[in-house]
């Protein structure tokens, strides 16, 4: 009986299950291929991406944050621009001294990264989509209007140009690739510095035309709010029509064609109020929460580590190269200025940035702290966590700012000073020296006035990664400095190009005083 | 979906429904007894073990299959006072290398089956180079790298991490299978692609029984050298004495302050913080099961608990264990069974600076390193008192069963569930930190869900041919995620959480209260992989002489790009039992079998990145800084530049594998012998080449990258002196494997690459270290070779005296990475264990070696301790000290003593300067037991077995290796210091059975 259930059973069940397996079956591979398309929710593939302009946004943002990754990598800006002038001294840092020592090939993991251009492609690549792309946005999202469209590719533009200056300062000629070759990449030579900042200075110049001076801001070149954000939102972190200026300017001094240094540079002077800035005061200048505390419309250009977007960072700070206790909780300085150094730097009474008095100490704190002490703290930049005076945790929220008013001012002066326009130079010279406590200028007292003019901004500018180009600039105008004026003539003033960059690409070749 | 899954459980089957239980062969005749009493078990008539019937056809059949892999028993094995399934393997499997890099209980433990599958750069290839774990047929899921993305350091994963195989209690399991070959392998797919580790529960019986084992001990407090500021000191004077003549190199150099006042006891005080540091730990473990029910319903439930306490800074692990296993036979044709393992594992976590500096991201200023002194030093430990630091992995997996038995044909259906969570919950005080509290907080888990089945039919040929057909479908699905934060900078050391406003009406909702809201970082991730597979296998044997068996299957992976989702891979096993077919009567050979196979198995992508194409991200890092969230307070996407191109068409890899083994017994199996000879060839794997650096990449992930590796292993076992010919026995066991692995290709053609700091050439190993060959010093200036005028550079820097002689291979006169060598290499040539297991009437005694030969370690930590200079006074992680600073390691006199301010950095890591052999013989296991059971049989009826035993564990270690333990080394061959050390242990246990 049990036998004979069992096997009806089992006959019905095995005839319904070939059934079964076979229903199954089909159905198992339609459901698979449903079960295998799983979209990633870690990455955006390509089909998500550019079809709004949360999209655009998303990727003008990234091609800034990636810019403010490139100066902010091991602190490159400084390290390029304040470290290699040789005028800090580092304590401990040996990666330090071997720039300082000019040593640039030595085998430090900082060195090597300051040799790699990868960074700065990154922006530039970033940028190259972005272009190739954003139209296929204005096509799908009616949102998208072309007013905006055409901004977003003016600040793109001049980052991706912005961003070939920038390397050609530090590594002479550059491959120049401007489009994205997305997926058939092929190795390019490097092309001529001066054929790559020609193609810079026409990219910033377009660029500039379509920028506005402010965004959200009722400028007629860009209309509405940006992105639905107010002005606040983006006063002082984005590109404007006068940073391009301000930039183009500093190009055309680095290729020594002050003419054209002087016609940029006086269009940002002519017309910063309309862009919403001013001079600012020296208290300002050094205050824990001032002037390069989060993102502010007199950053010409700057890249801000905002506090309330929980962006503070421990690493790509000045701060974290020079602040030590008692200022942080640190004993010793990455670098420092010598006491003697400050002392010939600083040498006129009644300076607000530092001066001593008649008895020999300092008359404020504002740019060196412990000054009596073994090392003294150039403090000048001091953005701790909210603005705050509290060492103990090191993490910062200076911005990265490349340029501002009084830079170019007295870029200005320069280039005038060069070109014979003493009276001009002057005039800018004091419109610098008066804010910070100092008398106008005197040939009698001050000497002469290129020096006069490059000694200010050393003084304005220290720390803010001018210094070493300013050198450059001063010894081509004036050779002078024992070391440079050496470099300037074998190309020694270019970094050496990585190792790494050189065994991936076989068109690159070594800069020549490093081979 | 659901709709026809319900569908398939009638036509159904279960891929991994096979475990094999070959037992693994019994010599001890103590285990004897036991294995037998189960075997006998599962062949009864009509009863309820439905967990071998699938596979007993099977196994009578294809015998061949799976030679012995696993040199003792299971209990034996269970004699270790381990935490982790690798511990108790570590020598016990040939070709299964495992690398316990510390000794702290419950820290990761990389496995590695017949070699490295790719070259191992970071955390992520050692992931995917893990052989899978399956416990009685369920794929165990490990911990995905995706975490590392936001990670400054890999020093260790976000979260517990906690190894996830210490959930594995030894006593409750019947047998492991190191399963090496496509034959074992093939049918779990491509996760199977490394290897198999498979594991077989004890299985419920219909009688009642009871058993219960224990055991306690103490591992050992390490004994080691302290040294303090003075000898600190004078280490570093005579650098100072040679290279400066007023103490000083240059006038911005500093000497460090603790080192400079000779009066500060502090340092210069007596170093007795070992007091504090190292430890005895207790060890002990308790288990008890009980196995009933009837022939038609049994089960069996297990529960234990097991504590291994470390020997270095109060580190320690807990585990609580639960095991269920029932199975039912409600009818005739239908059984159903169902498992479930439960495991609690705890662990507390040493309290490196490293570590914490690291979880923190963030590295205060370390020009005073920890203080020697004992009391100060306890005064340091005590601020740890007002943290914590609770790390709970919850690990269950388990699995429900229908077997549907219509005789010759075999239908089985099963849902399996793998899940495990980690918490961990972290706050360090103002007082430990330089007044900056620290929260966060971590949950996050790893889930499997498959749904399997597996239909078989035994075809009825006649009396000497046996077809078998299996046909299979597994549909898999995984999901890991995490959510993590950190905050620094509480308002008070009271408040130790991360207190979020919890009122919705509040406008503060969800804004942290605690903590300031802008050094609050969030993260969470999340990812799936699903795995579709099918497969058929067809198995013939002719008269138990030759065994043919091909398998074939397709596997889909949603990491696999549209294009290419599917694979197709064939497996053919063949099977010849030459004792059978042509030695019928020889005496000499009991047993005689040659096995073959050969085919190709998939290998799964890790990420899902690539299976997408070109993607965006949100990565704007930099060095120093991992996870910058945006710009100017808004999501960004860009390429992900720092991760690496990967675009379309890319295809599945795959390993290709040959193997052939040769089984043997002789004189009635006293002699045993297992020979294997393979080549395993992992083809067309993904690496990121670094590369278009010109658009922004760092690397470009390009498929093409084939590594070999080719072996022999052999399993010799042979009882010596036998018992029957006296009350004395000796069983050696030696099981040795032979490694070799060579990259055979790199994408795109290329010869070779340089990623990071290692070389990979076609051709040469994948594991060598890239260095330059020293060769002595520099001791004037006028000894530096000058060429045309230019003195023999180092990467542009003009060598000086005082600098190190590096060969200069290519005789530039310029010291560059082209003149860097491949040399030695990081796994071992050759690895095994030898086991004795002696007997002697009721007496036992175990002997077990482990070695590693023809391996090489690079002492990291000796080239930091040299390299002083580097390390002082900056803020990097290199520059960490931590208290086993002061821990005398190493024979510092057989260094040169170079000038340490030389640009050209003399001691750095990259030389064979600091590379040594790395070789070593363990003793790992000494174990004397004894035998109550006849003492008790006329006193007791109610125990039927009682077995004691008193074992010591990691009592020697002889190496040519001049540093410490030569296993302590990370995935690099880096002997960084860091390895806590493995510690010598001695147990007292019991077994005893009900």
């Known amino acids: 009986m049990i036998m004979n259930k069992y096997t009806t059973n089992r006959l019905v069940t095995t005839s319904t299950l070939c059934i079964g397996v076979l229903v199954a079956f089909t159905l198992l591979l339609s459901g698979c291929k449903k079960m295998l398309d799983v979209d990633s ?120 140009a912005f961003a070939y200056f920038y390397m050609v300062r530090i ?22 510095q001066d054929k790559v900042l020609a193609w810079a200075e026409q990219e910033m110049l377009a660029a500039a035309l379509d920028l506005p001076y402010r965004y959200s801001a009722s400028d007629e070149q860009q209309q509405g709010d940006y992105y639905n954000e107010d002005s606040g939102r983006w006063d002082g972190a984005l590109a404007r029509k006068l940073t391009a200026y301000a930039v183009l300017a500093h190009l055309a001094a680095w290729q020594g064609n002050y003419p054209d240094a002087a016609n940029y540079s006086k269009f940002v002077l002519d ?27 007199n950053q010409l250009f700057g890249f801000a580590f905002d506090w309330g977007h929980v962006d503070a960072s421990f690493t790509g700070h000045i701060e974290e190269l020079t602040l030590a206790e008692p200022v942080v909780n640190k004993q010793i300085p990455d670098i420092y200025l010598p006491k003697d150094s400050i002392i010939t730097i600083f040498n006129e009474a009644g300076d607000e940035r530092f001066a001593l008095d008649t008895l020999g100490t300092p008359v404020s704190e504002r740019y060196f702290s412990n000054y009596n002490g073994k090392y003294p703290i150039f403090s000048k930049i001091k953005c701790i966590m909210g603005g705050v005076n509290d060492p103990s945790f090191r993490i910062f929220t200076s911005a990265i700012v490349f340029t501002r008013l009084e830079d170019i001012t007295l870029l200005r002066a320069e280039a005038l000073a060069v070109l014979g326009e003493r009276q001009g130079a002057i005039n800018l010279l004091n419109e610098i020296r008066t804010r910070r406590g100092l008398d106008p200028y005197n040939e009698d007292i001050n000497g002469d006035l290129i020096n006069t003019i490059f000694l200010e901004r050393q003084r304005e500018l220290m720390g803010e990664g001018h210094r070493w180009y300013d050198l450059v600039r001063y010894n081509r105008i004036r050779p002078s400095h024992p070391m440079i004026g050496q470099l300037i003539t074998n190309g020694g003033i270019l970094w050496p190009v990585s190792r790494a960059l050189l065994t991936q690409n076989d068109q690159l070749t070594q800069n020549a005083y490093w081979q | 979906m659901s709709l026809f899954c319900t569908l398939l459980i009638l036509g159904a089957c279960p891929s991994f429904g096979c475990p094999n239980l070959i037992a693994d062969s019994k010599k001890g005749p103590l285990v004897d007894t036991i294995n037998a009493t189960i075997e006998k078990d599962s062949l009864t008539n009509d009863s309820a073990v439905v967990q071998f019937l699938p596979i007993d056809r099977d196994r009578s059949l294809f015998t061949d299959r799976n030679p ?3 040199s003792l028993p299971s209990e034996d094995i269970a004699h270790y006072p381990a935490v982790s399934l690798q511990q108790y393997l570590k020598d016990q499997a040939v070709g299964l290398y495992i690398q316990e890099s510390s000794g702290e209980p419950g820290t990761i433990q990389p496995m590695f089956i017949r070699g490295l599958p790719m070259p191992i750069l970071s955390q992520k290839e050692v992931y995917q180079s893990q052989p899978l774990v399956v416990l009685d047929g369920i794929p165990l899921i490990s911990e995905h790298p995706f975490a590392y993305d936001i990670q400054q350091y890999d020093f260790n994963r976000i979260g517990p991490a906690t190894n996830l195989l210490s959930n594995i209690d030894m006593n409750n399991i019947a047998s492991v299978q190191v399963l090496k070959d496509l034959a074992g392998t093939a049918i779990y797919g491509p996760l199977g692609a490394n290897g198999v580790i498979a594991i077989t529960t004890k299985q419920p019986s219909p009688t009642r029984k009871i058993s219960f084992n224990s055991y306690v001990g103490i591992a050992q407090r390490p004994t080691v ?56 730990g207790l060890v002990y473990s308790a288990d008890a099961d009980i196995s009933g029910g009837g022939d038609r319903a049994n089960f069996r439930f297990a529960v234990g608990h097991m504590q291994n306490r470390g020997v270095a800074d109060e580190t320690g692990l807990k585990r609580y264990s639960a095991l269920f296993n029932i199975n039912m036979k409600p009818l005739e044709w239908l059984l159903f069974s169902a498992m479930i393992n439960g495991n609690r594992v705890q662990r507390d976590r040493n309290r490196t600076l490293r570590d914490r500096f690291a979880t923190m991201s963030y590295i205060p200023d370390l020009a005073s390193p920890l203080s020697p002194n004992n009391d100060i030093y306890r005064g340091y430990l005590q601020q740890f008192d007002n943290s914590f630091d609770n790390n709970a992995t919850n690990i269950v997996e388990g699995h429900a069963k229908l077997v549907f038995d219509f005789n010759r044909l075999k239908v089985t259906s099963r849902v399996a569930v793998d899940y495990n969570e980690g918490y961990r919950d972290l706050f360090y005080p103002r007082t430990l930190m330089e007044e900056n509290s620290y929260a966060s907080n971590y949950y996050g888990y790893n889930q499997r869900l498959l749904f399997d089945n597996h239909l078989s039919y035994d075809v009825d040929l006649g009396a000497q041919h046996t077809l078998y057909l299996e046909a299979g479908s597994t549909l898999q699905w995984d999901a890991f995620k995490y959510n993590y934060a950190y905050a620094y900078k509480g308002i008070n050391d009271f408040i130790k959480i991360n207190l979020l406003e919890s009122d919705p009406d509040n406008l503060d909702y969800l804004v942290p209260q605690a903590f300031p809201s802008q050094l609050v970082y969030k993260f969470l991730d999340y990812t799936k992989q699903n795995l579709v597979s099918f497969y058929g296998r067809g198995s013939y044997n002719f008269n138990d002489k030759y065994t043919a068996s091909l398998l074939l299957r397709s596997d889909g992976s949603s990491n696999a790009q549209p294009t290419s989702r599917w694979l197709f891979a064939p497996v053919l096993s063949l099977g010849w039992n030459i004792k059978n077919d042509l030695m019928g009567d020889d005496a000499t050979f009991s047993t005689f079998n040659l096995r073959a196979s050969a085919g190709r198995m998939g290998r799964l992508n890790v990420f899902d990145n690539f299976s997408q194409g070109p993607s965006y991200s949100a990565q704007l890092s930099y060095t120093g800084n991992v996870v910058a969230p945006g710009y100017n307070g808004f999501g960004v996407l ?58 922004g990449y760092n690397l470009s992930y390009e498929a093409g990258m084939d590594v070999n590796n080719t072996g022999v292993e052999l399993q010799l076992s042979a009882d010596v002196i036998q018992r029957s010919e006296g009350r004395f026995s000796w069983t050696p066991t030696l099981a040795v494997s032979y490694n070799q692995n060579k990259l055979t290709a790199l994408p795109g053609g290329l010869d070779e690459i340089v990623i990071g700091n290692r070389l990979f050439r076609v051709g040469e190993r994948i594991d060598q270290f890239w260095l330059l060959q020293n060769e002595g010093i520099y001791l004037t200036d006028a000894e530096i070779p000058i060429i045309g005028g230019i003195p023999q550079h180092f990467n542009g820097i003009a060598l000086r005296a005082g600098d190190p002689r590096w060969v200069d291979t290519n005789g530039d006169n310029a010291i560059t990475d082209v003149d860097k060598s491949l040399i030695g290499n990081i796994f071992p040539k050759v690895a095994g264990g030898f086991m004795n297991q002696f007997s002697y009437g009721n007496w036992s005694l175990d002997a077990n070696f482990y070695f590693n030969i023809g391996r090489n370690v690079l002492n990291a930590d000796m080239a930091n301790r040299f390299d002083f200079i580097n390390r002082e006074g900056t803020t990097n992680m ?49 174990s004397v037991g004894y035998d109550l059971s006849d003492l008790l049989k006329g ?23 001049t540093g410490r333990d030569p296993e302590l080394v990370d995935y690099m061959g880096y002997d960084t210091g860091y390895g806590m050390p493995i510690p010598r242990t001695y147990t007292l246990g019991i077994r005893m059975n009900l």
């Open chain 2, 225 to 280: 050298t302290t040294i303090n500021g003075a000898y600190e000191n004078n280490f570093r004077r005579q650098f100072y004495d040679r290279y400066t003549a007023s103490g000083q190199y240059s006038a911005d150099d500093t000497y460090p302050l603790y080192l400079s006042d000779s009066l500060n006891t502090a340092y210069y005080g007596s170093s007795n913080w070992t007091d504090n540091y190292y430890q005895n």
């Open chain 2, 939 to 961: 006193r007791s009826s109610t125990i039927e077995r009682l077995y004691i035993y008193c074992s010591g564990h990691n009592l020697f270690t002889l190496s040519p290796y």
């Open chain 2, 638 to 695: 860009a390429r992900p530049y720092e991760f690496g191109w990967s675009g379309y068409g890319i295809p599945w890899a795959y390993t290709d594998q040959l193997n052939i083994g040769l089984d043997m017994g002789l004189a009635d199996e006293r002699i045993r012998i297992n020979l294997d000879w393979y080549t395993k060839h992992d083809k067309n794997q993904l690496l990121g080449i670094p590369s278009y650096a010109e658009y």
């Open chain 1, 271 to 297: 017309d910063y109020a309309r862009a919403g800035m001013g001079y600012i005061s020296t208290g300002h200048l050094t205050d824990a929460n001032g002037f390069f505390f989060n993102k502010k419309t």
């Open chain 1, 41 to 160: 929710s870690r990455i955006v593939g390509e089909k998500y991406m550019w079809n709004s302009l949360e999209d655009t946004r998303a990727a003008l943002m990234g091609t800034y944050g990636l810019m403010r990754a490139a100066l902010a990598d091991h602190n490159a800006h400084w390290l390029y621009g304040d470290v290699r002038a040789g005028e800090f001294a580092s304590p401990n840092r040996q990666d330090l001294r071997a720039i300082i020592a000019n040593d640039l090939t030595a085998s430090y993991p900082s060195l090597e990264a300051l040799s790699n251009w990868r960074r700065w492609y990154a922006v530039i690549n970033s940028a190259n989509i972005f272009l190739e792309r954003v139209p296929e946005v204005r096509e799908k999202d009616l949102r998208y209007s072309v007013n905006n469209m055409t901004v977003d590719i003016a600040q793109i533009r001049f980052l991706r």
């Open chain 2, 878 to 926: 290199n520059s960490v000290k931590e208290i086993t600073f002061w821990e005398k390691r190493g024979d510092y006199s057989q260094y040169p003593l170079y000038n340490p301010w030389s640009n050209v950095i003399p001691y750095r890591a990259d030389q064979d300067l600091f590379l040594e052999n790395g070789s070593f013989v363990k003793l790992r296991t000494l």
């Open chain 2, 68 to 70: 012995q892999s696993i």
């Open chain 1, 171 to 192: 590594w002479g000629d550059v491959p120049l690739i401007i489009s994205s070759h997305d997926g058939s990449f092929e190795n390019k030579p490097r092309e001529n």
